[in-house]
């Protein structure tokens, strides 16, 4: 299964915009690059993915980069209810059916 | 429509007992995940199904038997478990690639867990 990595913890501001990074240096042609939070006391949310372009929707953005080794999870405009820790995933034909979470990074959001 | 529903919510049971965990979609998914999730650690994949077969066992102990009697449910039949058992179990689902029955480039949902306690 191919592999991320991604710092352990973050802190930001609110209102003011967060990048999270992941890198998988790994990654194969068919995989896609998926992003998911859990908010504490709360089921996995998906917030976005992507294969090789940049991907925008109302909650995040996508920038993945040419090489795709590396991706960055862009929230805009961080509020106090964006705290929590956010997994990068990848799923493809490698991985079968799995969605396989790593240790993610937890975001806090000071007010 | 597009929740997991789990239930129960909550469940405390005992070392010798024999009790069932249910999760419901009806998003036409095709592809259904339990996992568990000990405090402060990722979810962790046990099983996955894909079109209602056992696709995917990630070593799990028999004392955990998973069960799809159709596209829409998912059961995880519990017994004989421990107390390092206790841990918040998750259900997902999500759509599958038609030819290959692979999950891949698409949302899965995820319900909010059932919070089990082995005493």
């Known amino acids: 299964d191919a592999k991320t990595t991604q710092p352990n913890s973050m802190e930001s501001n609110e209102e003011e915009p967060v990048h999270l990074p992941c890198n998988h240096s790994?990654?194969?042609?068919?995989?896609?690059i998926h992003w998911y939070r859990q908010l504490p006391s709360q089921g996995p949310e998906y917030v976005i993915h992507g294969l090789t372009s940049n991907v925008n929707n109302r909650m995040a953005s996508l920038a993945i980069a040419e090489d795709r080794k590396s991706s960055t999870l862009i929230l805009h405009r961080a509020t106090l209810r964006d705290a929590a820790v956010y997994y990068c995933i990848l799923t493809g034909y490698s991985s079968a059916s799995k969605i396989i979470f790593g240790s993610g990074t937890r975001l806090s959001i000071r007010p | 429509d597009t929740e997991v529903t789990q239930t129960p919510k909550h469940l405390v049971m005992g070392m010798t007992n024999k009790k069932s965990l249910k999760c419901e979609q009806h998003?036409?998914?095709?592809?259904m995940y339990w996992y568990k999730q000990k405090a402060k650690k990722p979810p962790e994949l046990m099983f996955v199904y894909s079109y209602e077969k056992l696709s995917i066992n990630e070593s799990v102990p028999s004392r955990f038997s998973p069960e799809c009697p159709n596209s829409s449910l998912l059961n995880l039949h519990l017994h004989a478990l421990q107390p390092e058992d206790s841990a918040l179990y998750l259900c997902a689902s999500s759509q599958v690639e038609g030819a290959t029955g692979i999950t891949r480039g698409t949302e899965a949902f995820f319900g909010q867990g059932t919070r089990l306690t082995v005493v």
């Open positions: 998003m036409g998914h095709r592809a």
């Open positions: 790994t990654i194969s042609g068919t995989d896609y």
